[in-house]
């Protein structure tokens, strides 16, 4: 009530929260792992309704592990619960002895292969576990992240209707200990370019055709463990992939203390994503060259994140 005595006071305190709440709306997203407080996750009712399917590809899905037995089984179940007709899903772990080995034998039955045995970080366990497939379509998902309800017969069935695309990855929810959604990242139409400067396709939510996999050289550099999947992505498009996004939420990336994200981003990350853009640039850009080139793709997102905000008010499926 003191401000109603003091109507300039008043109305630059209102101001100030129109403007707050205006930089709020129109922020950037990407990039940034907790956004708000926890919430429970609610998915559209669509993504859990049978997509049908004519042939169903096979789909050849790893996850490479460590010490992660906090999450795994809920990794699992992710996926396995789908009850895609034609999965190949293989764990690799690097020997673990926390109690993850004692889940993967429950799951043993609904698995095609799984392992647990040293191995010399995630990148070579990744390599050990597609060493042992066959699917058409291919992709990774760790130990710690899920798969959202639908995803495998989603994206089987857009390979079915696009023979022309190669890659193809969507929108990511970022999620928390218990499984609460803390942000959202909404992927604008793919570009080519700006993999260049930063690599902001979510790593979960990406499948591939075998075919592009086996022109960019049929393993990942395990010279890499951090930006191994940057790395994978730019020899994709060097061998003339074909990407797209798809407008659907298809994982969810675990954001807790002990991930390796979190842990490593200041040290290794950084060395490896000045790596990768001296290889794509032959130089070593500045912080503010990298952030000129990546804003007209970040407002690109901004606009997105708009639209579905949007149709989730007026309840236009998403």
């Known amino acids: 009530m003191q401000d109603l005595k003091h109507p300039l006071r008043y109305f630059r305190s209102a101001g100030q929260g129109a403007r707050a709440r205006l930089r709020a709306i129109f922020a950037f997203r990407l990039g940034r792992l907790v956004q708000f407080q926890p919430q429970v996750m609610k998915l559209p009712a669509h993504y859990y309704r049978p997509v049908r399917l004519g042939k169903a590809s096979k789909i050849s899905l790893v996850t490479p592990s460590f010490g992660q037995a906090s999450y795994i089984e809920r990794t699992l179940s992710s996926v396995l619960d789908q009850n895609y007709p034609n999965l190949e899903y293989i764990v690799q772990d690097g020997g673990s002895q926390d109690g993850t080995v ?5 799951y043993a039955d609904r698995l095609a292969s799984w392992e647990s045995r040293p191995d010399r970080g995630q990148s070579h366990a990744i390599n050990l576990a597609f060493a042992k497939t066959s699917g058409e379509i291919m992709g990774w998902l760790n130990s710690d992240d899920l798969l959202l309800p639908g995803t495998l017969a989603y994206v089987a069935r857009y390979f079915s209707r696009h023979p022309e695309v190669d890659v193809v990855y969507g929108h990511r929810i ?18 080519d370019e700006v993999l260049s400067w930063a690599d902001y396709i979510p790593q ?20 890499f463990r951090f930006a191994m999947d940057w790395d994978l992505i730019l020899r994709f498009r060097q061998a003339g992939a074909r990407f797209a996004r798809l407008p659907r939420f298809l994982g969810a990336f675990r954001i807790h203390t002990a991930q390796k994200t979190s842990a490593e981003i200041g040290s290794t990350g950084i060395q490896e994503m000045t790596r990768l853009r001296e290889r794509m640039l032959g130089r070593v850009p500045g912080d503010a060259e990298v952030w000129s080139a990546v804003r007209p793709y970040l407002r690109r997102h901004v606009f997105t994140d708009l639209v579905w905000r949007i149709r989730r008010t007026l309840r236009v499926p998403t």
Do not use: C, N, Y
């Open 204 to 223: 979960e939510t990406m499948f591939w055709r075998r075919s592009i996999w086996e022109k960019a050289g049929g393993q990942v550099d395990e010279s």
């Open 102 to 106: 004692p889940v993967l034998e429950r």
């Open 174 to 191: 970022l999620i928390d200990e218990q499984d609460r959604q803390i942000g959202r990242w909404m992927m604008p139409p793919h570009d």
